[in-house]
């Protein structure tokens, strides 16, 4: 079974910055996305970036300019630093993964991970 598991949440003033990791296990793709999404209280979980097998990145309106994603293939582990964070920032935020078919993510996303308390106050 594919496992992740998200780590380096926590409680961060405004203005400040937090880097998350994500430890993906178990999957066999030879090509695939991992995403970051997040899910803020009484709202719907929302994409925030992702990263394919090939490098390539893509970043969702709220990071635009304050988030990057990246992966480390040598310790097989993919991160989401986030700078200049908001309150509304506020969320459990989650990582995901999924196969690619063509040049295009499976969606929706097969595998979650527990998710990561982010709260900036």
């Known amino acids: 079974d594919v496992q992740l598991v998200e780590s380096g949440g926590g409680a961060v003033q405004p203005g400040g910055s937090l880097r998350l990791s994500c430890a993906p296990s178990g999957y066999t793709y030879s090509s695939y996305c991992m995403g970051w999404f997040r899910q803020a209280p009484g709202k719907e979980r929302e994409g925030v970036a992702s990263?394919?097998?090939?490098?390539?990145?893509t970043y969702a309106q709220p990071l635009v300019g304050r988030g990057s994603v990246s992966r480390d293939n040598a310790k097989n582990t993919l991160y989401l630093q986030m700078s200049s964070l908001r309150p509304d920032d506020t969320a459990i935020y989650y990582c995901?993964?999924?196969?690619?078919?063509?040049?295009?993510?499976?969606?929706?996303?097969?595998?979650w991970g527990q998710g990561t308390q982010v709260t900036v106050s």
């Open positions: 995901a993964l999924t196969p690619m078919e063509g040049s295009t993510c499976v969606r929706p996303y097969k595998s």
């Open positions: 990263i394919n097998s090939a490098g390539g990145s």
